[in-house]
Every structure is written in C-alpha cells, then in structure tokens.
C-alpha cells in the first residue's frame, strides 16, 4: 500500500512540474530527518564503522535508483513503473554471483525467472490494450430530439 501510494504520489509530483531533484527533496526529506533521530537515539557500538558502507548503499541503492525512477515516471503511467520496479529481484541476483561469499540457489534463479516472466507478461498485456485503444475509432454520440419518446418532453406535463 505504500509502494503504491509512492508511484502514485511520485506521478503527481512530476506532472505538477517538479525536477525529479526536486521530487526527491521533497519525498525524502521528512525520512532523512527520522532517520537520523532514530541513528542519535540508537547506543550500537558499530555504528561508526557502518556509516561509510551504508552511505555507499544509500548513493548508489536507493538515492540513483529512484532519482533514475522519478525521471522515468516522467515518461509512464504509475502502473509500468510498479511493473519494472519489481525487477529488483533480477539485479540482486545478478550482484550476488560477483560476491564470493553468496551461492545463488536453484531455487532463487527459478523465482527470479518467475517474477520476470510475470513482470514481462504484464508490461505486454499492458502494452497490447493500450495499442488497441489508440486503434479504436472514437464514439460518434447519439443526438435525441427533444420531445421524442427516449427523451420525453418535461414541458408536456
């Protein structure tokens, strides 16, 4: 719900005219705020040395990744942002053979496969019900002359 209350929001702000800088300032500045009181509340010993890996992720996993979304919401409707947001899945995998550390289970890469597959066959249908709506002639509306029996005369009473 709040994913989808994000896209949506995120939709907005860019139709309203807001630079995708803008629109992150304006998404993310109250989360900023939180987090840093909940990082002064918080007594963990490793802290300190986290603060560089977890500003690396936050740059590159979370500041790129949606500031390259709120330019590309720009161009979508909300729903096919939603639907290419959840490639996610893809691009941790992919991260996750390089690291030495992690083994990629079968498991894993067949739900990989399944979430694009689904990922991919909704962009499609997606893409098809909106061509054939470009292709649809426009409705010719129907006049009814006043007084007749689909449009009674309220004058006659």
């Not at 790129?64 to 590309?72: A, D, E, R, S």
């Not at 893409?127 to 129907?142: A, K, Q």
Request: proline share 7%.
């Amino acid at each position: 719900l709040g994913y989808t209350a994000t896209i949506l929001y995120s939709k907005r702000l860019s139709e309203a005219g807001l630079t995708p800088l803008s629109s992150l300032a304006v998404r993310y500045f109250l989360m900023v705020v939180l987090c840093w009181a909940l990082v002064g509340l918080s007594d963990n010993p490793g802290l300190r040395e986290a603060v560089l890996p977890g500003a690396v992720v936050a740059v590159i996993g979370v500041g790129l990744t949606n500031y390259l979304g709120q330019v590309g919401i720009r161009y979508v409707e909300p729903i096919t942002a939603s639907l290419l947001d959840t490639l996610a899945p893809v691009c941790a995998f992919l991260i996750q053979l390089f690291d030495g550390r992690l083994r990629p289970s079968g498991l894993t890469l067949a739900c990989v496969v399944g979430i694009t597959a689904l990922v991919g066959a909704g962009v499609l249908v997606r893409s098809r019900h909106e061509r054939r709506l470009d292709t649809m002639p426009e409705p010719v509306p129907v006049v009814v002359p006043f007084g007749t029996a689909a449009q009674p005369d309220v004058c006659a009473a």
